[in-house]
């Protein structure tokens, strides 16, 4: 492992430890985010509305 990928374990481990059912890329897209956008509800496909570290990959 880099030291690149380890950085963003390290980001996604201290941001995310209880989110399981996203993968790394999103998780890390998520970790980056600045908090103000993060905690913005976001309009689903399916209409529901969730804040980003609620969504799931179905």
């Given at each position: 492992m880099n030291?690149?990928?380890a950085s963003k374990?390290?980001?996604i481990a201290s941001e995310f430890s209880t989110s399981?059912?996203?993968g790394m890329n999103?998780?890390?897209e998520i970790a980056t985010?600045?908090?103000s956008e993060r905690?913005?509800?976001q309009q689903l496909s399916s209409g529901e509305?969730?804040?980003s570290d609620e969504v799931t990959l179905a």
């Open positions: 030291s690149s990928q374990f390290i980001k399981k059912n996203l999103i998780l890390y985010m600045p908090e905690d913005k509800p509305t969730k804040k």
